[in-house]
């Protein structure tokens, strides 16, 4: 976190704390589908993207897959929401 760790370096930051831009990916094989990309520090020095297959929900770069639907814009494609699942 950039603070002294008592012996000479930087202390790293906390396992989980975010390290980028939250960000929807479109998903390389199949249209019109994403992953809600979330970069974390591990505890250890490095940044993860942590990716969350978002299936049949559209993704919202700040809030990411919009699991459960709310309405049919939630859903890709086809498909229809329905008591809070695209269908």
């Known amino acids: 976190d950039g603070t002294c760790d008592g012996a000479g370096a930087c202390r790293k930051w906390?396992?989980?704390t975010s390290c980028g831009s939250?960000?929807?990916v479109p998903h390389s094989s199949?249209?019109?589908r994403f992953y809600y990309r979330t970069p974390l520090c591990d505890g250890d020095g490095n940044c993860i993207?942590?990716?969350e297959n978002?299936?049949?929900y559209n993704?919202?770069?700040s809030t990411g897959c919009t699991?459960?639907?709310g309405n049919d814009g939630d859903c890709i494609g086809s498909f229809d929401c329905d008591d809070?699942?695209?269908d």
């Open 49 to 51: 993207e942590h990716n």
């Open 67 to 69: 699991k459960p639907c």
């Open 59 to 61: 993704c919202n770069g």
């Open 22 to 24: 939250d960000a929807c």
């Open 30 to 32: 199949t249209s019109n």
């Open 54 to 56: 978002c299936k049949k």
């Open 14 to 16: 906390n396992d989980q």
């Open 84 to 86: 809070g699942e695209c």
